[in-house]
């Protein structure tokens, strides 16, 4: 919008001027990073954290917890596991607070708890992916 703005002002005021700093302004406006890349790694490091977060804490190693306890290791304790949940209590809440939802169900297929949550976490990443864009793009202006 801001862009249309000053081109527009430019192509009034100096059009000598006026192609180089469009092709400088759509310069600024890229990552280095493709947004299928960002969003895959961000698939991947997130499962990874809900991994070993329900390994460490819980008291099973999987993916999902089976018993439904969402926040694995809030109420334990053992001091290290106990301390451990506090710290990473905020990650979780985002992560899988606004899906904890899932759990009231006795036994919900496997796929479907997978799929619920890469969808809800491709949302995260796409938005994370467009705040750090915007951040980069101010950051060069």
Known sequence: MWADMYRILLEKRMPQLCSKVILKIKKVHSMK???IKFIFLF????FAFQFISNSLLGSEVRLFPGNGEWFPGTESAI???NTLATILYPIKFVLIGPLSFLAKDPDPAPPILFFAFAL???AIALVLYYVF???ITLKKI
């Open 33 to 35: 990073i493709s947004k």
């Open 43 to 46: 698939l991947i490091s997130a």
């Open 79 to 81: 001091g290290w596991k």
């Open 120 to 122: 809800y976490w491709t």
């Open 133 to 135: 864009n915007k951040i």
